[in-house]
Structure formats: structure tokens, C-alpha cells
């Protein structure tokens, strides 16, 4: 088995601030996806990555920024954080075409004051 | 694109009693169809699956879902609910020429009463 590892479990920023997110997986997984996670709303594709410097847009995708330098590694960057702002970020992996399993970390909850 | 939609954001049933979750999707072609399921204070976990064959997937817990192409839904049931299968919900959808792009509905919150 493996597991997906998110860092830090919880981030407070303030208003404008650039906050990273980091993702790790040990599944030795190909594509990594970041959602948000906002009551009522469900799960929100921001970005996701194919393969190790592959990035591609989700729906959600303004106002944040990724990078996967490392097969095993997918972080986000909120470029400025908004005042109020309460959201959960998840992180995830599969192995291999999209009719796999998605695996998920237990998530970063971010916390604009 | 791809869309889903749960149209019941909560849906409370007595234990015991039969449950259907609704879930219908948006796509001109055949796609594959998930459930996931997040426990309080878990992280999300797939139910089940479906990518072709028969249309009636069985999953974990005594949970399955239809596909049913004519209607473009995927609903989920279950026979007789348990106390711990309160929970949040989401069908999930990925196909097409993208199909690494993998995307949930809003997800229904699930509370059986004991």
C-alpha cells in the first residue's frame, strides 16, 4: 500500500499572502490532482499533472499556481489569498488511466484572516 | 466538458430503510462513473466504479449503482441502511478526449437516524 501525505494539515494566512501547499505520494502514481473542498459546493478540480512537469488547468484554476518537479511530489500556490477565505485542500493520485481509483490525502484546511 | 449533478444535498433515511442517491451526469459518450464516500473526519474513498460491461456495479458495504445510458444517471443504492453509513456522498464522472480530468459533483449528505 501507499499513502498521500499533504503539508501542512493547517495553514492560516493573511489577506494577499502567497501560501503553498505540498503533496506527496509513495504509490509511485503518474497523475496527481489538486481539489478544492468548500461546504456545498463538493470538490472542485484546480489542477492536476499527468506525468512528472505535465500541469493542466481544472475549472478552478485562477488564483493558484502548481508545480510537479518530481513524479512523487505536486504542490499549490495560492497566489493571494482572500480575506475570509475558508476552504479544504485535497490532494490526489492514481495509477495510471482515469478509470482508476483516485487515492486522497486527509487535506490541508486553509484559513484567511 | 463533462458535469455532474446530485441534486439532493441531504438526504435523512431511518436505519433499516432502502436508500437511493441520485446522480446524473452530463456526456455525449460512454464515461466513467464513480462513487466516493468521505466519513466524518476521513478522507474520500471509492464505493465503486464503472467503466463498461454490466451496467449494475457492486461496491463495498452492500452499495451498488446503475448506469443507465438512456437517462444519463448513475444512481446509487443500497438494500437496508446502516447508522454508519452517515456520511457525504459524491458521484464523480471522467471521460473524453480528457479523461484524466476527473470531476465530482456537489455530493449529498447522508444522516440515517438509529
Known amino acids: 500500500g501507499g499513502i498521500i501525505t499533504q503539508t501542512p494539515k493547517f495553514l492560516i494566512g493573511q489577506e494577499g499572502q502567497k501560501l503553498t501547499l505540498k503533496c506527496q505520494q509513495n504509490?509511485?502514481?503518474?497523475?496527481m490532482y489538486w481539489y478544492r473542498q468548500d461546504s456545498g459546493k463538493g470538490l472542485r478540480l484546480i489542477y492536476y499533472s499527468i506525468t512528472e512537469n505535465d500541469l493542466q488547468k481544472g475549472d478552478l484554476s485562477e488564483g493558484y499556481d502548481a508545480s510537479r518537479e518530481k513524479k512523487s511530489s505536486f504542490s499549490l500556490t495560492v497566489t493571494s489569498a482572500q480575506k475570509n477565505e475558508m476552504a479544504v485542500f485535497l490532494c490526489a493520485s492514481i495509477a495510471g488511466s482515469s478509470a482508476e481509483t483516485l487515492y486522497f490525502g486527509s487535506g490541508t484546511r486553509l484559513t484567511v484572516l | 466538458a463533462q458535469s455532474v449533478t446530485q441534486p439532493d444535498a441531504r438526504v435523512t433515511v431511518s436505519e433499516g430503510a432502502s436508500l437511493q442517491l441520485r446522480c446524473k451526469y452530463s456526456y455525449s459518450g460512454t464515461p466513467y462513473l464513480f462513487w466516493y464516500v468521505q466519513y466524518p473526519r476521513q478522507g474520500l474513498q471509492l464505493l465503486l466504479k464503472y467503466y463498461s460491461g454490466d451496467p449494475v456495479v457492486q461496491g463495498v458495504n452492500g452499495f451498488e449503482a446503475e448506469f443507465i445510458k438512456s437517462n444519463s444517471s448513475f444512481h446509487l443504492r443500497k438494500a437496508s441502511v446502516h447508522w454508519s453509513d452517515s456520511a457525504v456522498y459524491f458521484c464523480a464522472v471522467s471521460a473524453g478526449t480528457n479523461a484524466y480530468k476527473v470531476i465530482f459533483g456537489k455530493g449529498t449528505h447522508l444522516h440515517v437516524l438509529p
Open positions: 504509490f509511485n502514481h503518474d497523475t
